[in-house]
Nanobody, 122 residues
Framework: QVQLVESGGGLVQAGGSLRLSCAVS????????MGWFRQAPGKEREFVAAISWIVRNKDYDDSAKGRFTISRDNAKNTVYLQMDSLKPEDTAVYYC???????????????WGQGTQVTVSS
């Protein structure tokens, strides 16, 4: 059974940085894509970034380009989201997700973590 556990959220001032981590356990294949999503109060969940596990292709939403960096550590079975130059509008619960296969898509993920809160104060 795949399990995803996020950590690293917290309260930060605008312009600051946070690094989110997502520990992956129970995976049975490396043909997968890991994604980060976020959901702000009263809004729908939205795609932030994704990375393919094997070839490390990356995809970013326009809101994340130039500020966020997704990466993964195969030895640690962990995916990271480095978030720099944070803005109050980045405040949300951040979720990591896993999708089987190699297609870089922004939907139809198979497994989700429980989420970690990120709050950016102005």
């Amino acid at each position: 059974q795949v399990q995803l556990v996020e950590s690293g959220g917290g309260l930060v001032q605008a312009g600051g940085s946070l690094r989110l981590s997502c520990a992956v356990s129970g995976r049975t294949s490396s043909f997968l894509v890991m994604g980060w999503f976020r959901q702000a109060p009263g809004k729908e969940r939205e795609f932030v970034a994704a990375i393919s596990w094997i070839v490390r292709n990356k995809d970013y939403d326009d809101s994340a380009k130039g500020r966020f960096t997704i990466s993964r550590d195969n030895a640690k079975n962990t995916v990271y989201l480095q978030m720099d130059s944070l803005k109050p509008e980045d405040t949300a619960v951040y979720y990591c997700a896993l999708r089987w296969g190699s297609a870089m898509v922004r939907s139809d993920y198979n497994y989700w973590g429980q989420g970690t809160q990120v709050t950016v104060s102005s």
